[in-house]
């Protein structure tokens, strides 16, 4: 704020800041706390990753500059909660990471079927760019709690 005047931010900016930081390093360390399994680690880790830069991309200067920007924070929200859930289970956090890489497609669908998109800022194929980036995201994160799960199971199966 201080080198430009472009950016304005408010105290309910700085407090959803600090909420975002302090809530996604408290949730990673958590998760390193609770397993010593570095698949695991990274899994969630991106899962937090993926679900921070939603929200605050989405927050900073929206991804479809309309209306679909509501279903995009809805879609953050089901991330928070697949993180929460991979946390007491990596398998089946696993499936809500899918889960919401799916969700995050049918938004696009939904805001691209409504018409939300494409909008004098933002194109139809800018928009499938940003959602198809956090879906990998959502995607590499529950590929990586699988793999841990599984690997976990293995090692528990064998002893």
Request: aromatic share 12%.
């Amino acid at each position: 704020m201080p080198f430009t005047s472009e950016v304005e931010w408010t105290g309910s900016d700085f407090v959803l800041a600090g909420v975002l930081l302090f809530g996604s390093l408290g949730a990673y360390e958590g998760a390193a706390r609770r397993s010593a399994g570095a698949l695991y680690r990274a899994g969630v880790g991106l899962a937090i990753t993926a679900t921070f830069l939603l929200i605050w991309v989405n927050a900073a200067v929206q991804i479809s500059d309309s209306a679909a920007d509501g279903l995009y924070f809805g879609v953050a929200a089901l991330g928070i909660l697949s993180v929460v859930y991979a946390l007491v289970w990596p398998r089946g956090g696993a499936y809500a990471m899918f889960a919401t890489a799916i969700a995050l497609g049918l938004v696009y669908i939904a805001a691209l079927a409504a018409g939300l998109v494409p909008t004098p800022h933002a194109s139809a194929l800018e928009v499938l760019g940003l959602t198809g980036f956090y879906a990998a995201l959502f995607v590499g994160a529950g590929g990586l709690l699988r793999k841990a799960s599984c690997a976990t199971s293995a090692r528990s199966g064998a002893a």
